[in-house]
Every structure is written in structure tokens, then in C-alpha cells.
């Protein structure tokens, strides 16, 4: 039978209770008490050392919600021994861990809730879960520092509460999970794309583009390619919607989006900044069908045909100088017209007289 993770404390709590009676005395754990505001409400947060055993892991999480949501875990004590695995699997999971050895403690605390379910933290705790496995007498891993939330606060108060802490505050999340926490307060808790802003000190733009890279991670992405280290590829996602070309590309078509998940997830794009080439190849529709098919250096060699100021400075220039004179404005045209002097009609023949040389060494134009 299947335990909710509410039964599996209780448990837990039992057999340390059970434990305590036979066990001397333990010491006495000292509080910290902080006092803090959260949305116009000031809340008291206590700083405990915990046993790591007692603390659940939060299968919520953005780093691991959408692997939890996919697979057949079960629930209660099988759940949280899935999610510890699919923690401890992940190579940054396992970093942390030397980390934390090399230090001797965490630099920050996790964040828990008043049922010991982790807020904020699910790595920090597996992780001393490991330490605590692989050193049984250091008595330096027998409890994890934590900052305990009262009973009363509600979801939205610990929502921004991370926000503050891992959003716009200095000690960052993953793209990832900063994306996943900006989606979760839009579309969770209802706040406007301008209130997320500003509590997280960002601009509403940015929210924008997080809320849909977001999506478009979990809901094709991860869906495809699943697996804790497949966040990592968060960052090719937010490039598509931070550029124009792109951000059209990809929500003009519904077969666009398919596409560029499987690119990434096949490593046809294989590094971030192979995004950005993107905006030349989705506009070329000859080097867009090699990409497809054969990958980047195909479509790459069309460009460098079809497109030559992408890897020449002069066609380049000429391309922008192009831009330029169709958009000339009205009153460098009359500078030109009017001029006695002679300096604006000097550089406007010397251009031309440099081009009608260009185009003779050319052969012609035909």
C-alpha cells in the first residue's frame, strides 16, 4: 500500500520518537528567529538544524516536476525514493556534492516548509543525505542548516519569497528554474506579466520571453527528451523567443516549434550560440531544407552562397549602406542639394566614383 508523503513523516517522526527513549538525551537544538516581510506581511522564519531524513523532497521542483509528472513513481516513500534518485543522477546534483564536501557545510540554507516538505533546497538535501550515507561518523552531516516557514504562510507568500531570494536576488537558480518560477507565479497565482517585474527586478519583456521558453520547454521538450540534464538546454529555448526573426519564426508555424526540438535534442544544434545562426537559415528557405536534412555545415554553405555578407565585412557594409540610402532622410538629402561648400557632394561622388570602379573590376552587373 502506498503511503502520501504526509503518512510517510508521520513514520518517520514515530521511529524517531520511539528512538528517543532509548537514546540519551540529544542536544538541544538552538533557534535563530528571523522576521521578515512578504507581500505587505511580516512572517517569522526559524533557523533549525534538521535531520536530513526527516525533510521531504518537493516533486514540484521545475528541475525535476516534468520528469516526476511523466513517469510512474507512485507516491509516499516511493515517490521521494525516485526523486532522490533522479537528483543524485544528475551531474550537477553530484558537483554540488564535492562542493559541499570541500566546504564542509552549505554556504546557504535550505528553505522548508512547517511539514519539513522542502521549498526550496531538494538538492542541498539529497546531497547531505549521500554525505551522511558516505560518512556515518561525521557528525557534520547528521542534520542539514534550514530556515523553517510558519504553518500559516500561504503559497503565493513563499513564492515570492524564493523570487526574492533566487529570482532577483543574488543567489541565482538555474535558467531553468528562474523560468519555472516566473511561470508558476503568472499562471499559479494569477500576477501580471508588470507585477512579476517588479518584484523580481526585471523587466516585463524578459517575463515575457521566460513565460513562453517555459512552456515550450516543458510542454515539447521535455515531453521528447526527458531526463534532469535535459534543462540544460533551457538557454536555446529563451534565445529563439529573445530574437525577433526567431521569436516569428517559431510561433508563425506549428511545425516550427517540433522542428527545433528535435534539432536540439538530436544536438543538430549542438551549442547554444548555433541558435543565433538560426535567424539566417529559417529566412533562406533553400538553406533551411539543408539544415534539416543534412545539419549546419549544409546550411551554412548555402548561406555563405546565397547570403554573402555573412562572412564578408565589405558585402556586410554594403548591405547596411544599402539599408542606409533607402532609408535616407529628407534633410541629408537637402544637405546635399544645397551644398556650396562642397563637403557633403565630395563624399557622395567619391562613393559613387568608388563604386562605379568596384563594379567595373566586377565585369559588370548583369
Not at 67 to 84: H, P
Not at 220 to 234: D, E, Q, S
Request: hydrophobic letters at 40%; glycine letters at 6%; one cysteine or more.
Amino acid at each position: 500500500m502506498r503511503r502520501s508523503p504526509a503518512s510517510v513523516q508521520e513514520a518517520r517522526m514515530a521511529r524517531r520518537s520511539q528512538a528517543a527513549v532509548k537514546a540519551p538525551a540529544a542536544t538541544v537544538i538552538v533557534e535563530q528567529v528571523d522576521e521578515i516581510t512578504l507581500d505587505k506581511v511580516k512572517v517569522q522564519v526559524r533557523g533549525q538544524n534538521l535531520p536530513a531524513e526527516d525533510i521531504l523532497l518537493d516533486p514540484t521542483n521545475p528541475r525535476v516536476a516534468n520528469t516526476m509528472a511523466v513517469g510512474k513513481f507512485g507516491d509516499g516513500q516511493q515517490m521521494q525514493d525516485a526523486l532522490r534518485d533522479v537528483l543524485w543522477s544528475d551531474p550537477d546534483v553530484q558537483d554540488l556534492y564535492r562542493s559541499v564536501l570541500a566546504n564542509r557545510g552549505l554556504i546557504e540554507r535550505i528553505i522548508v516548509r512547517s511539514n519539513m516538505v522542502v521549498a526550496e533546497g531538494n538538492c542541498r538535501t539529497v546531497v547531505y543525505r549521500k554525505l551522511r550515507q558516505n560518512f556515518p561518523d561525521d557528525p557534520t552531516w547528521r542534520t542539514i542548516p534550514a530556515r523553517v516557514l510558519p504553518a500559516d504562510i500561504t503559497d503565493r507568500q513563499v513564492a515570492i519569497l524564493l523570487g526574492e531570494l533566487h529570482v532577483g536576488g543574488k543567489n541565482e537558480w538555474s535558467p531553468f528554474e528562474k523560468a519555472g518560477h516566473i511561470h508558476q507565479l503568472f499562471t499559479q497565482f494569477g500576477m501580471v506579466q508588470e507585477e512579476i517585474a517588479k518584484i523580481l527586478k526585471t523587466s516585463k519583456t524578459a517575463v515575457n520571453h521566460n513565460i513562453r521558453a517555459f512552456e515550450a520547454m516543458k510542454n515539447k521538450y521535455l515531453l521528447a527528451f526527458p531526463g534532469p540534464g535535459a534543462v540544460r538546454k533551457f538557454s536555446y529555448f529563451l534565445e529563439v523567443y529573445k530574437k525577433p526573426e526567431l521569436r516569428e519564426w517559431i510561433t508563425g508555424s506549428p511545425q516550427a516549434i517540433d522542428s527545433f526540438v528535435q534539432w536540439v535534442g538530436t544536438e543538430k544544434i549542438a551549442q547554444g550560440a548555433h541558435v543565433r545562426e538560426l535567424k539566417d537559415i529559417v529566412s533562406d528557405p533553400r538553406a533551411l531544407a539543408a539544415f534539416d536534412k543534412q545539419g549546419r555545415e549544409a546550411a551554412m554553405k548555402i548561406l555563405n552562397q546565397d547570403r554573402p555578407e555573412l562572412n564578408s565585412p565589405l558585402f556586410k557594409l554594403m548591405v547596411e549602406m544599402t539599408e542606409a540610402f533607402d532609408d535616407a532622410r529628407l534633410d541629408d538629402i537637402q544637405r546635399v542639394r544645397k551644398d556650396t561648400r562642397g563637403g557633403a557632394k565630395a563624399i557622395v561622388r567619391k562613393l559613387s566614383e568608388a563604386m562605379e570602379r568596384f563594379v567595373d573590376l566586377c565585369d559588370g552587373l548583369e
